[in-house]
């Protein structure tokens, strides 16, 4: 068996903590920067990553964590490779053991989006290089380091911030609630009755001191938020959605929601958007949407995760 100790996988944000991933928005403020007037493929001046390879696995779809991270691996010197789920053995019922071991002899890292969080942990069980996770049902780490160099750059301080999440409680709400303990913000969730988030995580991020309201009320939460966030009313592998979207109606972030923000609120959507659904046209493309300066962010964002799992952060 070859050991997995020294290992940094970034499974979810607590597996780096408050200080490395402060770090990590830090490095990728200054690397974005540096880089402002490049082109986009063109590596970073001290290549970190020179000669490393990241295998990127993908049992569901995916638009920006596959681009971000291919991006990423060549700004940082590196190149990546992606492997689609259906067309590995792993797809026709190789273990994921096999999966991590193999992989672990051929990449220097590995990224992979799947379904049951527990499949994750399992390649990390078995992984001797980093293994990240590019969402899982349960949580979608990389999306929230992206999120807060987004916050940031919006001029907000962290602790203290009011973010207000309206509809679904999912695997992005969960990783929100995480990084809420970590940075010690505020997170009002509106969702309708039944479709409030894992409440391990609520409770968790109060044991660290967030304050953490769930309603569903979703005027109350919007009032005075600094931030206002919503998501996919119906996440990948989601089945049997008819009687969820009929909940969901009264929790789309309109203009009138907005409007109940401080005036200076941003709005954030991870994407992709159903607009219409979660999303009203004249949010998403209103002043106050964020949600390009987000999706490029992931790239950014990425980056410093990256750095970070190879110990260069
Ligand atoms: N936000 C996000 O993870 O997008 P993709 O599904 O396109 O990777
Ligand atoms: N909650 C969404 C996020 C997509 C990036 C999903 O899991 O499908």
Redesign the pocket.
């Known amino acids: 068996m070859e050991t997995t100790m020294s290992v940094r996988h970034f499974l979810d944000l607590n597996d780096a903590g408050g200080d490395a991933l402060a770090a990590m928005l830090n490095d990728a403020q200054d690397r974005k920067a540096a880089r402002a007037s490049w082109p986009k493929g063109k590596a970073d001046a001290d290549r970190p990553l020179a000669d490393h390879v990241l295998a990127m696995i993908f049992e ?1 779809s ?1 638009t ?2 596959r681009a971000s991270f291919d991006m990423a691996m060549r700004q940082l010197g590196g190149s990546a490779m992606v492997m689609e789920g259906g067309s590995m053995q792993l797809g026709r019922g190789e273990s994921i053991a096999d999966t991590a071991r193999v992989l672990s002899r051929m990449v220097d890292a590995i990224m992979i989006r799947t379904d049951d969080h527990a499949k994750i942990e399992e390649m990390a069980r078995h992984a001797s290089v980093p293994v990240i996770n590019g ?1 899982t ?1 349960r949580s ?1 780490p990389c ?1 929230i380091v992206a999120d807060l160099l987004t916050i940031i750059e919006q001029g907000k301080a962290l602790p203290g911030l009011e973010l207000a999440w309206f509809g ?1 409680g ?3 709400l969960h990783s929100v609630l995480e990084a809420a303990g970590i940075f010690k913000f505020n997170v009002r969730i509106a969702t309708p009755a039944g479709f409030e988030p894992d409440m391990t995580f609520v409770e968790a991020a109060r044991g660290e001191g967030a304050t953490v309201t769930l309603t569903q009320d979703a005027q109350a939460a919007a009032r005075d938020a600094d931030v206002i966030v919503t ?2 009313w ?5 089945e049997n959605v008819e009687n969820k979207l009929g909940a969901m109606q009264p929790y789309r972030v309109d203009d009138a929601l907005m409007a109940l923000a401080k005036p200076d609120a941003d709005f954030l959507h ?3 958007a159903h607009v219409g659904d979660e999303v009203t046209q004249s949010v998403i493309e209103g002043p106050q949407s964020c949600v390009f300066d987000e999706a490029e962010n992931r790239i950014h964002a990425q980056k410093s995760v990256l750095l970070w799992a190879f110990g260069k952060l």
Do not use: W
């Open positions: 569901k995916s920006r964590t969402l049902d979608h999306q679904d999912n695997n992005v998501d996919t119906v996440s990948m592998g989601q991870c994407l992709p």
